[in-house]
DNA sequence: GAACGGCATTCGACATTGTCGAACGCTGGG
DNA sequence: CCCAGCGTTCGACAATGTCGAATGCCGTTC
């Protein structure tokens, strides 16, 4: 691409990688996945563990991130806006509702999850801020999906046997979406779980995020796999309530 | 330096300044303060946005940290072995001291948080993973200074008026936290708080983290300034449990 | 024990790219 | 209205990044 630094996009792919797979790549199988020459990513992979981005495992000589990403990573969270306003309204909307709150935004065709509140009791819960969930199958996704322009994802893994797939099934879901101004995902990411979500808009009403509650299916929905009314009604009170703080007037 | 790509480091540079300041910066300034001309500023940043790691701000046109490193920086959370090994023995450390614990390491010359629980109790308190706190100045930065080869750090800010600033009083403090195997602050870091903290060691010995709890100092001092010996041993032993799993052998 | 294949790393030639001076248009402040 | 400083674009050219060839190491196989 014109007017970009190639060395720099390559160094962000190699990153990219060794965030996307089991951990720890090789050098020859970073050079043959991104079709590059073995001493062209063996310095490029030197700079970057010199500037901290990337340690070499010193047994088996592979490479894996590095620590200085943590503290770049963080620093985002602590300067990004969506998150920084939906966190007032995050806390009550776990505390009203029972169930566990994400707030997430679109990076590489994915969700984002740039805030996490857990479920408010005492089950074993893992922090979910800095994952990337799909697009298709999350209640998150879904809200995001529908009022962008972009194309559907290509990639639609079927998480379950209830994970919408179809193009036409999808593209109608997200009219339903965009009609209701909220989505849900009945056990269509994980058996078991449901989740609700409504779009958080910035300033001018674009989405810029959604905000979401999930748990056990049997507490989202009722006997017909419905959500509860109730539940729908506080999470979108609580996103149009970020998107307020936003600037968003719509 | 010879051998390294020199557009990475200066990217990385760039990515630094934007996460160690206001949050946003202009492009004048980051090419002043890396003095650099302005079209090479604008090329990397060009770049760093197509990848996510930097973003432009619409009104103002100054940049900010993206997206994507935050998926970096807890991708490299996961594949962290002094935190994943950390984890098992941070939360029962919290249940018996009552206090909140930080397992840290070294990074760019001051201390890295690569977990932290939550003191056990109600009262408000912010997550610390990711940031970066003194090496002098904590109790966590004393135990790693104690056993690293590099010179003492060259800026040592009085936090409190307790914060030793001082060569020679640190240099003694630290011969000190190497007899004795742990480190304490009490009220240098922050008034009315005091940590203790033990080294982490991984295979072949080298002291690879620290590991410390942290709350107020009439909890963690006798009415005479003196870390109580219990709460002293336990954050000891836990180390020292943490060490073998990574396994160290002293 | 020897041979082999594949690894990470080094070296140096050279072609490509990244750098930067000059210029431009825009915007906010005086 | 004017001006200073901004972000951005363009194109020349020097510096750098790329990569083929080579090397030494290590684990595996015979």
């Given at each position: 691409m014109p007017g970009t630094v190639q060395s720099i996009e390559r160094a962000a792919a190699i990153l990219r990688m060794l965030a996307g797979g089991p951990g720890k790549l090789s050098l020859a199988e970073i050079a043959r996945s991104l079709d590059l020459a073995k001493p062209t990513v063996h310095g490029i992979l030197r700079t970057l563990q010199g500037v901290g981005f990337v340690e070499q495992d010193r047994v088996s000589g592979h490479y894996q991130l590095g620590a200085a990403l943590l503290h770049l990573g963080t620093s985002y969270l602590d300067i990004n806006e969506l998150r920084s306003?939906?966190?007032?309204?995050?806390?009550?909307?776990?505390?009203?509702?029972?169930?566990?709150v994400r707030i997430g935004?679109?990076?590489?065709?994915?969700?984002l999850v740039v805030h996490h509140v857990f479920r408010p009791d005492d089950t074993f819960q893992t922090l979910d801020i800095g994952t990337l969930m799909p697009l298709h199958a999350t209640a998150l996704g879904k809200v995001l999906l529908a009022y962008r322009s972009a194309a559907l994802p290509p990639a639609r893994d079927?998480?379950?046997h209830r994970t919408l797939t179809g193009e036409r099934d999808?593209?109608?879901e997200l009219t339903h979406v965009r009609d209701a101004g909220w989505a849900a995902d009945i056990e269509e990411f994980t058996v078991g779980e449901a989740a609700i979500a409504a779009p958080i808009r910035g300033y001018g009403g674009l989405v810029v995020?959604?905000?979401?509650?999930s748990g056990l299916v049997e507490r989202i929905c009722?006997?017909?796999y419905r959500p509860h009314?109730?539940?729908?009604?506080?999470?979108?009170?609580?996103?149009?309530?970020?998107?307020?703080?936003?600037?968003?007037?719509?």
């Open positions: 306003r939906s966190i007032n309204w995050a806390d009550p909307l776990a505390a009203r509702s029972g169930e566990a935004t679109v990076l590489e065709g994915r969700v079927p998480f379950t999808l593209s109608a995020g959604a905000m979401g509650i009722d006997s017909r009314a109730r539940l729908v009604g506080i999470v979108r009170d609580a996103a149009r309530a970020v998107s307020r703080d936003l600037g968003a007037t719509r």
